[in-house]
């Protein structure tokens, strides 16, 4: 298993929109090993693969170092898919690939998700509260989505020294990441 180096915000990657998964491989299955280890590595609790360089559908999760939700599983989701959405809910969210960078974005308190599990079965669950955020967090990575995405004008704007900073690869993170310049996919 390898750890990979994460994308930073300003890196174009981030902003594709990943291609569906349309089999299973061996390289596949190592991805996804790889992603899990780069996610621990930098005690994140989700990880997209356009944050890795990757643009295919697949996101991994690991909730479980977090108060009341040590009984959820690590979950690997290929193809993943919201088919319905409900409540809303304030929570502070943050991203590994925007280090440094917190604030409030109101999201879904409830949703079921249709996904491929690593064996191309199709699955659907329904998930809550904070699982339920980090999913469709991202899933919207996936998507080319970030969570400064939903913020106002004036609240982006408190951000955006680090942001610049971070463009620049001007951040000091405890995990490998590559920064803008050097972002070539
Ligand atoms: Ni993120």
């Known amino acids: 298993m390898s750890i990979l180096p ?7 990657v981030l902003r594709k ?7 299973v491989t061996d390289e596949l299955i190592e991805q996804i090993m790889n992603m899990f280890a780069t996610m621990r590595a930098a005690q994140g609790i989700g990880l997209a693969a ?12 690991d909730v479980s ?4 939700y040590e009984e959820v599983k690590p979950l690997a989701l290929i193809n993943p898919e919201i088919l319905s ?14 280090p440094e960078v917190r604030d409030k974005v109101t999201r879904p308190t409830t949703i079921r998700v249709k996904y491929k599990d690593t064996n191309f079965q199709v ?3 329904e998930a809550y509260n904070l699982l339920a955020r980090v999913i469709m967090h991202e899933v919207d990575h996936i998507n080319g989505v970030l969570f400064l995405d939903y913020l106002s004008a004036s609240e982006r704007k408190l951000h955006k020294e680090q942001l610049d900073k971070i463009k620049q690869g001007e951040v000091e993170t405890s995990y490998p990441v590559v920064a803008m310049e050097e972002a070539v996919v």
């Open 50 to 61: 356009n944050q890795v360089g990757s643009l295919e559908r697949v996101i991994v999760i």
């Open 85 to 98: 959405r409900e409540g809303g809910e304030e929570g502070e969210e943050g991203c590994l690939s925007i």
């Open 6 to 12: 994460i994308y930073l915000y300003g890196a174009e």
């Open 65 to 68: 170092d977090v108060e009341g």
């Open 17 to 23: 929109k990943a291609k569906p998964v349309t089999k």
């Open 123 to 125: 699955q659907e669950i």
